[in-house]
Structure formats: C-alpha cells, structure tokens
C-alpha cells in the first residue's frame, strides 16, 4: 500500500475557514484520503488531522490516542455534557502557538467508519478535547476563535544551557497578522 504524507495547510488558508462538505459515498479515495491522513498526522507528531487542514474540504478527521488510531466520517456531537475542562492545546495549523480552551469533558460522536459502517463513540477528557478540535476544524472554528488566553511557544536556553519553553501571552490579531506577513513573504 502507498501512502503519502500530505502538506499541511496554515492559518490565513482560506480553506481552513470553510464549512466542510458531508461524504456521501466512500470509495478507495476516502479511504486513500483517510491512510494519508495518518500518516500526516504521524510524520507531523499530531495527535489529531481534519482533512480541510490539507486542503481537502470532506467531513473527515482522524486522531490517535494511548496507542489507539481512530478516523471518522460525517461526526456529530450528538450529547454535550454539562461540564466542562481547560487544557492547553496546539494546532498543527497554527505553529508555535497554544490555546487555552475550554471543552465539554464528556461528548457522544456519532459518524462513518472507513467502511461505512455507523459509529458511536463516548470520549472523555483528552479524546474527547481531540475530537472536539478536529470537529471544530470541519466546521471552520480554529483555537484563536475558542480563546483568548494565546501564547507563542518559544525555546530559550538558560544558565546552563538547557532549553526551555516559554509561553509569550499574545492576542488573536497578532497571530492573524503574523501568519499573513509569512504568506506574503513566501509568495515574493
Ligand atoms: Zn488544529
């Protein structure tokens, strides 16, 4: 079997911004799609992919969790529960940056396997944050819209030459306007 890493598309993307549309039909292309995702995912050190952040506007994600690979078609939260958990999270389409963001603990998702045949998942905690992301993703709502405690993640080394993260506060239209002047800067 062949599969391909895929490049992955960033913020200022206008795809990322898109409504992504239903699966009606999964044929060997989804399922293509679905093995490339993976490996996307996998190469990139993701823990989740929505198929729009590579440019493909299909209602898929995938996630991986303790060992365990999942890749749903058409999800929807179907149940919320009421309470509710902040984490930190990082987009792998908005590099360097973290996101406070408040998730429901507990969801139900219901969609397609990549055989078609119905799924109902009940996520908690970490999966559950994941597949809220992803979903969010399919729907054109990134972490910059779901917070506004934002970081840059940068690297520095201290005293003894260790490297240390640092979390930079910063703000919505900085992150907006930063990743607009790398695109400009590319396209020269
Ligand atoms: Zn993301």
């Known amino acids: 079997m062949i599969m391909a890493v895929r490049k992955i598309i960033t913020l200022g993307n206008p795809i990322l911004r898109q409504k992504a549309q239903p ?6 292309s989804e399922q293509n799609l679905i ?3 993976v490996e996307t995912m996998e190469e990139n050190e993701g ?15 995938v996630a991986r ?24 999270e990082g987009c792998l389409s908005i590099p360097g940056i973290q996101a406070e963001v408040n998730r429901h603990l507990k969801i139900r998702v219901k969609g397609l396997d990549r055989n078609g045949k119905p799924i109902v998942l009940e996520p908690e905690g970490w999966l559950a944050r994941i597949f809220q992301h992803e979903i969010d993703h399919l729907d054109g709502i990134l972490i910059i819209d779901r917070s506004d405690q934002l970081f840059w993640v940068t690297t520095e080394k201290d005293e003894e030459g260790r490297e240390r993260t640092r979390l930079v506060p910063t703000t919505k239209s900085a992150i907006i306007a930063s ?5 400009s800067s590319v396209r020269k």
């Not at 699966?23 to 060997?28: D, E």
């Not at 939260?77 to 958990?85: H, L, T």
């Open 23 to 28: 699966v009606s039909k999964i044929t060997k």
């Open 35 to 37: 093995d490339d995702m």
């Open 47 to 61: 823990v989740g992919l929505a198929a729009n952040q590579i440019a493909v506007p299909k209602r898929i994600f």
């Open 65 to 88: 969790w303790e060992g365990e690979t999942f890749a749903i078609i058409n999800p929807v939260i179907d149940w919320k529960g009421k309470e509710m958990v902040k984490g930190m």
């Open 179 to 183: 990743f607009q002047k790398i695109k």
